[in-house]
């Protein structure tokens, strides 16, 4: 194999380790420049009473394999070092070391993400869909999470009106939640892009739909809150996506809740009173969007 697939089999190898965190494995590759180096300091150690006999050789070619079988399925993986890995999840804590998606991986830096709440009113879905329709005639990706209500809303308007949207899901890239999704999953995945973080068949749980919340901040160049209660994951989003620099755009339907209201006055947020004003703000963040060659890479992986 290749050095660029023996590394990425490398890093698939290193964090199925137990004992090593998946955002402690990334910081240990960046800092060595090698996933193959930091496996081989993990696994085969000699000097302890009980030696690791495991082949470094052994455990890349295993997961090589797996790499295969997950391409010849029609998943596309991708390692944090790669070219085409999301450069804009580079500057994030969250960053996942590896992405599953399906679709048409590409730069998506005019991205915009719309979320809201499963169980949302019919003023917020019309609110969403009109803001997802604006967004996808102005050439915006429409971002979500494939969620019931408003996340449905925003990607069924932007491929209705014929624009690109991406969904970040919370489980493994071969599972369909909610099962009422499946067909839109698949027809995004067509269209599209899905993408996840997460092992392929990797059940939801009650961790993964935050992490997908940071993912899909982070993917994002701003996050549109349309509706959200107190306990909503877009509450969490909105609040990450403070923490990694991005915009916030709430609407006049979420402020009724005091969780947005505090967050009214914070540098970084914009309150729009109606979709005309909500594009207008989105203008004005995009225009300050960096070109792709602006955001910093790893220089130390670009020989692979």
């Known amino acids: 194999m290749n050095r660029a697939t023996a590394e990425r089999a490398a890093l698939v190898a290193l964090l199925r380790q137990s004992d090593l965190s998946w955002s402690d494995a990334a910081h240990d590759v960046q800092e060595a420049g090698s996933a ?21 050789d052994a455990l890349v070619e295993a997961a090589a394999g797996d790499l295969a079988a997950w391409e010849a399925g029609g998943i596309t993986v ?18 996942p070391p590896l992405l599953f998606t399906r679709g048409d991986l590409r730069p998506d830096l005019r ?9 949302a009113s019919d003023r917020g879905l019309e609110i969403a869909g009109s803001v997802a329709t604006s967004l996808a005639r102005r050439d915006v990706t429409v971002v979500s999470g494939l969620a019931k209500g408003i996340d ?7 491929l209705a009106a014929g624009g690109r949207t ?4 919370g489980t493994g890239i071969r599972r369909h ?20 973080q997460f092992w392929p068949d990797a059940a939801p749980t009650r961790q993964s739909f935050p992490m997908r919340n940071a993912v899909m901040s982070g993917y994002a160049a701003a996050t549109v809150v349309i509706e ?15 923490q990694h620099g991005r915009p916030v755009v709430l609407t006049g339907q979420v402020m009724r809740h005091d969780w947005a209201r505090s967050f009214a006055d914070r540098p970084g947020v914009h309150v729009a009173r109606g979709t005309a004003e909500l594009v207008e703000a989105v203008d004005a963040i995009l225009d300050r969007v960096p070109a792709a060659a602006e955001l910093e890479g790893f220089p130390e992986f670009a020989s692979l």
């Open 78 to 95: 991708r390692a944090f070092f790669d070219d085409d890995h999301p450069t804009q999840l580079r500057d994030v804590r969250e960053m």
């Open 228 to 242: 959200a209660g107190e306990r909503s994951g877009a509450r969490v989003q909105a609040r990450l996506a403070l």
């Open 166 to 169: 991406v969904a970040v899901i």
């Open 152 to 158: 449905t809303a925003a990607h069924e308007a932007a």
């Open 36 to 56: 193959l180096g930091v496996l081989g300091r993990v696994v085969g150690r000699a000097d302890t009473l009980f030696p690791d006999t495991r082949s470094v």
């Open 177 to 196: 939640y909610p099962a009422t999704n499946r067909a839109l999953q698949e027809h995004i995945a067509e269209v599209g892009l899905v993408i996840s």
């Open 111 to 119: 991205a915009i993400a719309v979320v809201g709440s499963r169980e």
